[in-house]
């Protein structure tokens, strides 16, 4: 949820920023931007330069430096590129928020960001890295090389374990997923797996070869879609092409967020508990339970490239089934995407208190028959 801050005044905001506060500062897009958070970029001026602020008050002076690299002046621009997959980090701005970064990939998903200096150098830095920085070769390699690769493979199954890669401190493991790192490594070469598949550190040509078995014998766990859209980024097209179980919740965050600071006035998140079960016939107004829109399409995209996918599970808002009309759940654009991906072998579907939705009538047992359909 969005914190609460105290209002200032543009000239006080602009004594902080140490530039004056314009519209030109901003220019025109024709398509809506994220910031890095994946939370969209709000219209007003006012609500863009307290953003600003907070970007300005949390950057450490100095944090960067001895991987700085040099960044495009105003009106320049820098390219990344892998394959089909383009990164295209313009300088726009002399303010916080003076970099746009337009990320098209070759099968349609195209995010377009606002970032800070200090961001685009981060994009920038990972993007200088090359192979390199893993091992070409090492003594274990000059015999383990010689061995037939139908060998080579079963000693990588013999040594990567089956793992659980997660952001939850509940479940175990607290991993951070760096999406603007993934940003810089459109390939997903340098993903971060866990300490115990150490082999993939060891050289080049094994982490290349145990990758796919890595993605296939983690079990990956995401609070919502946003964290989704950040991994299936960060995995790359190895990762996204050998994914073999995932968990997430179909709700946005960034987006619960921006429809709480857009919708003034509402109830606090934390007392939402008081009023579970009466939202029917009530004029309570809660922009928290809604169906995800702004990142649907992007999600569903990536999950489309995952086509070794076949364990799944599905986090919803039990007050959410409860109070859409069943015709109306089904009529949604992101359930109807949902819904049309096809072959699941096992798909499970709970609240986020997790309780087990799928063993009930209605339109959870509906969209988990429609997931373990056939594909046609």
Same mark, same amino acid.
């Given at each position: 949820?969005?914190?609460?801050?105290?209002?200032?005044?543009?000239? *006080?905001?602009?004594?902080?920023l /140490?530039y004056?506060i @314009?519209t030109s500062?901003?220019?025109n897009?024709t398509t809506?931007r994220f910031?890095?958070?994946?939370?969209l970029i709000p219209e007003?001026?006012?609500e !863009?330069?307290?953003?600003?602020?907070d970007?300005?008050?949390?950057?450490?002076? %100095?944090?960067h430096?001895?991987?700085?690299?040099?960044?495009?002046?105003? %009106? @320049?621009?820098?390219?990344?590129?892998?394959? @089909? @997959?383009?990164?295209?980090?313009t300088?726009?701005?002399?303010?916080?928020y003076g970099f746009?970064? =337009?990320?098209?990939?070759?099968?349609?998903?195209?995010?377009?960001?606002?970032?800070?200096?200090?961001e685009a150098?981060?994009?920038?830095?990972?993007?200088r890295?090359r192979?390199?920085?893993v091992?070409?070769?090492?003594?274990v390699?000059l015999?383990?090389?010689?061995?037939?690769?139908?060998? !080579?493979? !079963?000693?990588y199954?013999f040594?990567l374990?089956r793992?659980?890669?997660s952001? =939850? #401190?509940e479940?175990?493991?607290?991993t951070e997923?760096d999406?603007?790192?993934?940003?810089?490594d459109?390939s997903?070469?340098?993903?971060?797996?866990a300490a #115990?598949?150490?082999i993939?550190t060891?050289? *080049?040509q094994m982490r290349?070869?145990?990758?796919?078995?890595?993605?296939?014998t983690?079990?990956?766990?995401l609070?919502d879609?946003?964290?989704?859209?950040?991994?299936?980024?960060?995995i790359?097209q190895?990762?996204? #092409?050998?994914?073999?179980s $995932?968990?997430? /919740?179909?709700?946005?965050?960034s987006e619960?967020d921006f429809t709480?600071?857009?919708a003034?006035?509402?109830?606090?998140?934390?007392d939402?508990?008081r009023?579970k079960g009466s939202?029917?016939?009530?004029?309570?107004e809660q922009?928290f339970?809604?169906?995800?829109?702004i990142?649907v399409?992007?999600? $569903?995209?990536l $999950?489309? *490239?995952?086509?070794?996918?076949?364990?799944?599970?599905?986090n919803? #808002? !039990?007050?959410?089934?409860?109070?859409?009309d069943p =015709?109306a759940?089904?009529?949604?654009? %992101?359930?109807?995407?949902?819904s049309?991906?096809? /072959?699941?072998?096992k798909?499970?579907?709970q609240?986020f =208190?997790?309780e087990?939705?799928d063993?009930e009538?209605?339109?959870?047992?509906w969209?988990?028959e *429609?997931?373990?359909?056939?594909?046609?």
């Amino acid at each position: 949820m969005a914190k609460s801050r105290p209002l200032m005044s543009f000239a *006080q905001m602009e004594s902080k920023l /140490g530039y004056k506060i @314009d519209t030109s500062n901003y220019p025109n897009d024709t398509t809506k931007r994220f910031y890095s958070s994946l939370r969209l970029i709000p219209e007003s001026i006012y609500e !863009r330069t307290v953003e600003e602020i907070d970007a300005y008050k949390s950057n450490i002076p %100095g944090a960067h430096s001895g991987r700085m690299v040099a960044v495009p002046a105003i %009106g @320049d621009v820098a390219t990344i590129a892998h394959g @089909d @997959d383009m990164i295209r980090l313009t300088h726009r701005s002399h303010i916080v928020y003076g970099f746009a970064a =337009d990320i098209k990939y070759s099968f349609g998903v195209n995010l377009p960001f606002l970032l800070t200096k200090d961001e685009a150098v981060k994009i920038l830095s990972v993007a200088r890295l090359r192979r390199s920085s893993v091992p070409s070769i090492s003594p274990v390699s000059l015999f383990f090389n010689k061995l037939p690769r139908e060998l !080579r493979d !079963r000693v990588y199954q013999f040594v990567l374990p089956r793992t659980h890669w997660s952001m =939850d #401190e509940e479940v175990g493991r607290v991993t951070e997923l760096d999406l603007l790192g993934a940003l810089g490594d459109l390939s997903g070469f340098y993903f971060p797996f866990a300490a #115990e598949s150490g082999i993939l550190t060891v050289n *080049q040509q094994m982490r290349e070869e145990a990758l796919p078995l890595a993605y296939r014998t983690t079990s990956f766990e995401l609070e919502d879609m946003d964290e989704l859209i950040k991994l299936l980024l960060a995995i790359g097209q190895i990762g996204r #092409e050998n994914i073999v179980s $995932l968990a997430f /919740g179909w709700q946005s965050n960034s987006e619960n967020d921006f429809t709480w600071d857009e919708a003034p006035g509402k109830i606090r998140r934390e007392d939402m508990d008081r009023f579970k079960g009466s939202f029917q016939g009530t004029e309570v107004e809660q922009p928290f339970l809604t169906l995800p829109v702004i990142h649907v399409e992007t999600c $569903l995209q990536l $999950l489309k *490239q995952c086509r070794r996918l076949t364990n799944l599970r599905l986090n919803i #808002e !039990r007050e959410l089934i409860d109070i859409i009309d069943p =015709d109306a759940f089904k009529a949604n654009v %992101g359930i109807r995407g949902l819904s049309s991906l096809r /072959g699941f072998k096992k798909v499970d579907i709970q609240s986020f =208190d997790h309780e087990c939705l799928d063993h009930e009538e209605g339109v959870v047992r509906w969209l988990k028959e *429609q997931l373990e359909s056939p594909v046609p």
